[in-house]
């Protein structure tokens, strides 16, 4: 399993925000879950514009990447975009020189190049000894797609945080006009 990439952000009202986690947590958690999701989105769509087109028989790797439910915890938040397809990792980082399968890479040659059967099976064969001799480069798709996103997820997290600092000020406040 690979590491999962990170990115740490510079963000003015950190320790304000991490005060108001202990005075106020369902407004941190508020407004940091939906920063995350939509930042998530974000490089959501950045990694699927990345992703080669016909991986798969059915070219579906770039369909299955799909962003998940934020994780919010004082200190830490957490958004995370993945997929099941277990050739993702590969397609992500490239390979070795390798003797692969040849039935996914006979199906992608009937499906995108519209070979017969036969035709197809011997393309599967040129393609895997190819694969064999040099390997496959790596599409970086997740990682360059999180690096194209890193200057809007600091303006998305930074207006997040002042809307908190706000926020909580306002309920001070008010709590402050109740008494």
């Known amino acids: 399993m690979a590491e999962p990439l990170e990115i740490r952000l510079k963000l003015p009202h950190a320790a304000a925000v991490l005060a108001a986690f202990k005075t106020a947590p369902e407004i941190v958690e508020d407004e940091l879950g939906k920063a995350t999701w939509e930042g998530t989105l974000l490089v959501q769509r950045e990694v699927v514009e990345r992703t080669p087109r016909g991986v798969g028989a059915g070219g579906g790797l770039a369909g299955s990447i799909q962003a ?20 993702a990792l590969p397609v992500e980082l490239g390979t070795r020189p390798h003797f692969p399968p040849l039935e996914p890479l006979q199906l992608w040659a009937e499906h995108k190049l519209g070979l017969t059967e036969a035709e197809a099976e011997s393309a599967a064969y040129a393609i895997a000894r190819k694969i064999q001799r040099e390997g496959t480069d790596g599409a970086r798709m997740f990682h360059e797609g999180l690096a194209a996103t890193e200057e809007q997820l ?25 008494r």
């Open 68 to 87: 998940r439910d934020p994780e919010i915890a004082p200190g830490r938040v957490r958004g995370e975009i993945g997929t099941a397809m277990s050739y």
């Open 154 to 178: 600091q303006a998305i997290y930074g207006r997040a945080f002042e809307r908190i600092v706000e926020r909580v000020a306002q309920l001070g406040q008010e709590k402050g006009a109740g």
